[in-house]
Nanobody, 125 residues
């Protein structure tokens, strides 16, 4: 079982930036694709970004493309999400996720094997 611990959330003004980190342990980090999801109050959990095992391929929905960047450091077992040009609509709890299997890319909740506990991101207008 993998353990995921997010950090880096907080309160930021619209147009600002935040960098989230996710420290992984308990499994060979580089064997699995990783991703970020978010969930706002009263809404379903939605896909934000994903990255393959090597870090060579990344995936984003249109809502964050060009503003968010996912990356990973396999030597440090850490996943990152750089968020720029933040908007109030980005306010949510952000979750780190590991793929369900070695062949999967975590782009939807049913492709996720484990979740972190979440970190709150609040963007004020």
């Amino acid at each position: 079982q993998v353990q995921l611990v997010e950090s880096g959330g907080g309160l930021v003004q619209a147009g600002g930036s935040l960098r989230l980190s996710c420290a992984a342990s308990g499994r060979t980090f580089s064997d699995y694709a990783m991703g970020w999801f978010r969930q706002a109050p009263g809404k379903e959990r939605e896909f934000v970004a994903a990255i393959n095992r090597s870090g060579g391929n990344t995936y984003y929905p249109d809502s964050v493309k060009g503003r968010f960047t996912i990356s990973r450091d396999n030597a440090k077992n850490t996943l990152y999400l750089q968020m720029n040009s933040l908007k109030p609509g980005d306010t949510a709890v952000y979750y780190c996720a590991v793929s369900r299997g070695r062949a999967a890319i975590p782009v939807s909740p049913d492709t996720v094997g484990s979740w972190g506990q979440g970190t709150q991101v609040t963007v004020s207008s």
